[in-house]
Every structure is written in structure tokens, then in C-alpha cells.
């Protein structure tokens, strides 16, 4: 199984900038795509972006050329840099990763969340 540690979150003036870290750790055969979701209050939860492990990424529309995600794989850990941030933005934030868990069964895990407030 995987287990997820997300760090990062906190109060942000606009315009300011936050980068979140999701570290994955446990005993897997891989780690496939990892990504982030996000939750605003009284919202449904939707993907902000997702990596690949081959590096291949995609973003929401709604934060293409603002928000960053990276990956480094011998940490299995997924960032996403988070610049010129709005009051929008806010909500909370999760990591998700796909594993394959053995060469032929693949899980998805989710972090347990990590608050982003822009606000002044």
C-alpha cells in the first residue's frame, strides 16, 4: 500500500505563491501517474494536474501558466509550485497517485488533504 504526506498549505496573500510536496511512501512495484486534486467549499473536487512517470503532464485549464507540478522519482514525491494565486484557488488540496501495488493490480491512493487559503 501507499501511503501520502502532503506539505506546503497555509494563508496566502493574492498574488502570492505556495509550493506543495506530496511524498508517497510503502512497498509498491511502481508509481504511475501522480497528481493533484483540489476541493473548494460547497464545490465539487477536480483535477488541478497530473504527471506522468515518464513526465508527461496535463493541466486544468483554470490554472494553465500559473500552476507548476514536477515530480522527482527517486524521492516519489510530486510538487506543484503554485504562483500569482487567487482568492479562487482557495480550497483544499490532495495528492493522488496511482501505484501498481504488483506487476498486474494498480490502486489509487489519496493524501489527506492540505488547506489553501489565499486571502488578504
Known amino acids: 500500500q501507499v501511503q501520502l504526506v502532503e506539505s506546503g498549505g497555509g494563508l496566502v496573500q493574492p498574488g502570492g505563491s505556495l509550493r506543495l510536496s506530496c511524498a508517497a511512501s510503502?512497498?509498491?512495484?511502481?508509481?504511475?501517474?501522480m497528481g493533484w486534486h483540489r476541493q473548494a467549499p460547497g464545490k465539487q473536487r477536480e483535477l488541478v494536474a497530473v504527471i506522468t512517470s515518464g513526465g508527461r503532464i496535463n493541466y486544468a485549464d483554470s490554472v494553465k501558466g500559473q500552476f507548476t507540478i514536477s515530480r522527482d522519482n527517486a524521492k516519489n514525491t510530486v510538487y506543484l509550485q503554485m504562483n500569482s494565486l487567487k482568492p479562487e484557488d482557495t480550497a483544499v488540496y490532495f495528492c493522488?497517485?496511482?501505484?501498481?501495488?504488483?506487476?498486474?493490480?494498480?490502486?489509487?491512493?489519496w493524501g489527506q488533504g492540505i488547506q489553501v487559503t489565499v486571502s488578504s
Open positions: 493522488n497517485v496511482d501505484a501498481s501495488v504488483t506487476m498486474f493490480r494498480r490502486m489509487n491512493f
Open positions: 510503502g512497498s509498491v512495484f511502481s508509481i504511475n501517474n
